[in-house]
């Protein structure tokens, strides 16, 4: 099981960007797909992004392509995403998440970080 630590939510305005880091325990890090997704209140988790184990291949949710990146630095346990033009929609949890096959997925995850809060203020 891979251990997940999310680190950077925050409040910000509309507009404005935050970059969210999710480290890993595991050694191993560079042979798992990487994902976030991110709940708000009274709402189902949703997916945001995934990156593939080398982090050539990725993909988005419709919402969020265009203004989300999702990137990895597997020399250090890490996955980013980086997250512009803030809406107050894009307000919720946001949590990091491992899969063993990109072929799962965006739904494939099994090991799961405690998430960190992102705000948008209007």
């Known amino acids: 099981q891979v251990q997940l630590v999310e680190s950077g939510g925050g409040l910000v305005q509309t507009g404005g960007s935050l970059r969210l880091s999710c480290v890993a325990s595991?050694?191993?890090?560079?042979?798992?797909?990487m994902g976030w997704f991110r709940q708000a209140p009274g709402k189902e988790r949703e997916f945001v992004a995934r990156?593939?184990?080398?982090?050539?291949?990725?993909n988005y949710a419709d919402s969020t392509e265009g203004r989300f990146t999702i990137s990895r630095d597997n020399a250090k346990n890490t996955a980013y995403l980086q997250m512009n033009s803030l809406k107050p929609e894009d307000t919720a949890a946001y949590y990091c998440?491992?899969?063993?096959?990109?072929?799962?997925?965006?739904?494939?995850?099994?090991?799961w970080g405690q998430g960190t809060q992102v705000t948008v203020s209007s």
């Open positions: 998440a491992a899969a063993t096959s990109w072929r799962a997925g965006p739904y494939g995850f099994n090991d």
């Open positions: 595991e050694r191993t890090f560079s042979n798992y797909v």
């Open positions: 990156i593939s184990s080398g982090g050539a291949a990725t």
